[in-house]
C-alpha cells in the first residue's frame, strides 16, 4: 500500500523560503511521476509543480514558476519542494501526490493522481 508523508511545512515571513519533503513508501517510485498541489481555505485545489520518472522534466503552475523548484531522489523514494521568494497567497496546505499513470508522468490534473499525503501547512505572513 502506497504511503506519502509530508513535512517541512511552516510559518514563514514574506520574501523567505521554505523546502517540503515528502517520503514514499509501499510503490515503485522511481517509475512514476510525482506532484505538488495545494489548497487554501475557500479555495479548489491547485496544481503546484510536477517532476517525472527521471527527474529529468518538471514542470510548473503559472503562479510558481521561477520561484519554486521540484526535485526528487529515487534512491531514497522522496520528492522535494523548494519554495522561495513565498508570498502570502502561497499559504495553503501542500500535498504531495503519486501519479500511477506510466503513459502520462507529467500529467497536472489532481484527478491523474492517485496516492495522496495528509499535507502539510505552509503559512506565509506579510
Known amino acids: 500500500q502506497v504511503q506519502l508523508v509530508e513535512s517541512g511545512g511552516g510559518l514563514v515571513q514574506a520574501g523567505g523560503s521554505l523546502r517540503l519533503s515528502c517520503a514514499a513508501s509501499?510503490?515503485?517510485?522511481?517509475?512514476?511521476?510525482m506532484g505538488w498541489f495545494r489548497q487554501a481555505p475557500g479555495k479548489e485545489r491547485e496544481f503546484v509543480a510536477v517532476?517525472?520518472?527521471?527527474?529529468?522534466?518538471?514542470y510548473y503552475g503559472d503562479s510558481v514558476q521561477g520561484r519554486f523548484t521540484v526535485s526528487r531522489d529515487n534512491a531514497k523514494n522522496m520528492v522535494f519542494l523548494q519554495m522561495s521568494n513565498l508570498k502570502s497567497e502561497d499559504t495553503a496546505i501542500y500535498y504531495c501526490?503519486?501519479?500511477?499513470?506510466?503513459?502520462?508522468?507529467?500529467?497536472?490534473?489532481?484527478?491523474?493522481?492517485?496516492?495522496w499525503g495528509q499535507g502539510t501547512q505552509v503559512t506565509v505572513s506579510s
Open positions: 517532476i517525472s520518472r527521471s527527474g529529468g522534466y518538471t
Open positions: 509501499g510503490g515503485t517510485f522511481s517509475r512514476l511521476g
Open positions: 501526490a503519486m501519479n500511477t499513470d506510466r503513459s502520462n508522468p507529467l500529467s497536472s490534473r489532481a484527478q491523474d493522481f492517485d496516492y
